[in-house]
């Protein structure tokens, strides 16, 4: 999410909380990650939340062939400072026998395509199939955001595709990810040391493209989900029959 979307959180959050009072009335909060659970406990948010993580996409099983062999990187997702593109449009200088991708718009879109090398592919904003099919002939798929993300649905889209994933090591990304990627420290040369061992590594793309593949089906499939979500409103049901939840709860902390 980007700044502005967290500024209306926020003020969304306010708003019940001040206003209109319903938080008390209800009995857990869902987080797609334990990363944001770990936030919301500092701030001593005074109610539950239980970890549901987001589903993974469906992909058809033609898109889960061997990963890329060509020395293609990718991007997916908002073009702006807090996402780091800026530091991938640089390590792409820096390697002009390697492609990348990108896959996205946003304001920084138009003044990154100035000072960008040949070696960068803009592709614009894609949804879909048109999506898939660019991400398909990608070796990996890279999210260096200096914004703390949550749970971005573009690496669960990456890694529903078996590529291996490149994040910085802030926010909740790195959680989602898990072993199927690299998690390195926000600059330029981990994150260029970082895509330089993948693209030199076969071995090491196919052992992160099968773990990503499992981490998806385990985690973060339907299926996956589904349970998790089932267990959660019957232990919620549970609580309020036995009079053990928070509903009715007077507002202040305990």
Not at 71 to 93: M, N
Not at 186 to 203: E, K, P, Q, T
Request: hydrophobic content about 35%; some cysteine.
């Amino acid at each position: 999410g980007s700044p502005a979307r967290g500024a209306v959180l926020a003020a969304e959050s306010y708003w019940q909380w001040n206003v209109v009072r319903s938080y008390p009335r209800i009995d857990t909060f869902a987080s797609p990650s334990h990363y944001l659970i770990g936030r919301y406990r500092e701030l001593e948010f005074p109610f539950p939340i239980s970890y549901l993580p987001n589903p993974a996409p469906t992909v058809d099983a033609e898109g889960r062939g061997e990963p890329a062999r060509e020395h293609v990187i990718g991007y997916c997702g908002r073009v702006s400072r807090e996402k780091g593109v800026d530091l991938l449009v640089e390590v792409a200088r820096q390697r002009p026998d390697v492609v990348f991708e990108i896959v996205g718009d946003g304001p920084e879109a138009e003044d990154l395509k100035r000072v960008s090398s040949p070696n960068v592919r803009w592709m614009g904003w894609l949804e879909g199939e048109a999506k898939d099919e660019v991400m398909r002939r990608w070796r990996a798929s890279v999210m260096p955001s200096r914004w703390p993300e949550n749970a971005p649905m573009s690496a669960l889209e990456s890694m529903a595709l078996g590529l291996p994933m490149v994040v910085s090591d802030y926010g909740g990304t790195k959680e989602l990810v898990g072993e199927s990627g690299l998690v390195v420290p926000l600059s330029g040369d981990s994150l260029g040391d970082a895509i330089d061992r993948l693209v030199n590594d076969d071995a090491l793309v196919a052992k992160l493209s099968e773990t990503a593949l499992s981490r998806v089906a385990a985690i973060y499939g339907e299926g996956a989900v589904g349970d998790r979500l089932e267990s959660l409103l019957e232990e919620t049901i549970k609580q309020r029959r036995d009079g053990t939840g928070r509903r009715g709860w007077s507002g202040r902390g305990s």
